[in-house]
């Protein structure tokens, strides 16, 4: 803390610390990669200024951006990295479902058979 104002200088780092030590604390608590958050605060504003630039060459047309397969790939794997956890939870919830299902079916068929 003391670092901080000692930084800037003024009240700004410190609230800035406190800022993220509680997003950080609520990343830790909801079981969030937090060197994952850093990596992507760290390469997000190059991402964002390369999509910028990207987007200023094509006229602002949105069409040349999602057109290219690459852009394409960075976002399926940004929608899956988003919200993949639980589109597998999900998914292997049913599967769970299903099999559970499935065994007491065939084990009402088997006791059936048992009785023939």
């Not at 292997?92 to 068929?109: D, E, G, Q, Y």
Request: charged residues 15%; glycine residues 12%; hydrophobic residues 50%.
């Amino acid at each position: 803390m003391f670092g901080s104002f000692g930084l800037v200088g003024n009240m700004s780092g410190p609230v800035t610390v406190l800022v993220f030590s509680g997003v950080g604390w609520l990343f830790r608590r909801y079981n969030y990669s937090v060197p994952a958050v850093v990596i992507g605060i760290l390469l997000g504003s190059m991402a964002e200024s390369s999509l910028l630039h990207s987007f200023q060459i094509s006229g602002t047309e949105l069409s040349y951006i999602l057109d290219r397969p690459v852009t394409m790939g960075i976002i399926a794997l940004l929608l899956f990295s988003l919200f993949g956890s639980k589109l597998l939870r999900v998914l292997k919830a049913r599967c769970v479902a299903k099999l559970k299902r499935f065994a007491v079916v065939r084990a009402k068929a088997h006791v059936g058979l048992g009785a023939c």
